[in-house]
């Protein structure tokens, strides 16, 4: 069985293209899913893409992905920085997650700074626009190869 990942996305990334391009970039999510399916291909790994505003629907991913990802790329958006939920749904799931964002979040706003997630996280990847999808789906797959636990 080919190796799965999930790309799982949360609140107003479903609006990437035309939120804060200057923040965001030009891409659309579907623009970066597809070249995440085109990295993926070459490298042998499947990959299943969610993208939620709700919270809970978040969390049923994370639960659900337990029982087929050999890991998770997550950009949890603005519950990055709220979501005790999430940090433990992470946490509560034997799976390697890498907490991923367009903007380099400590370079913002000061209620960027801190995200709840980062500490059950496999590691984080910020700052380059819709190559930070790309950097951190490249790693994972690395990690995944090595049989890595986290
Ligand atoms: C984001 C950064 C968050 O602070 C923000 O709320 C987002 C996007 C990013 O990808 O840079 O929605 O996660």
Known sequence: MATEILILNGPNLNLLGSR?????G??????IIVDLQAQAGEAGVELRHVQSNSEGQLVDALHDCRLWA???VFNPGAYSH?????RDAIDAIDVPVVETHLS?????????HQSLVTAVCLGVVAGFGGDSYRGAL????RHV??????
């Open 82 to 86: 709220t979501s005790v939920a999430l």
């Open 70 to 72: 050999a890991g998770v």
């Open 104 to 112: 380099n979040v400590q370079a913002r706003e000061e209620f960027r």
């Open 145 to 150: 190869a090595a049989g890595k636990q986290r």
């Open 26 to 31: 030009s891409a659309t999510l579907d623009d």
């Open 138 to 141: 490249d790693l994972l797959i």
């Open 20 to 24: 804060q391009p200057d923040v965001y």
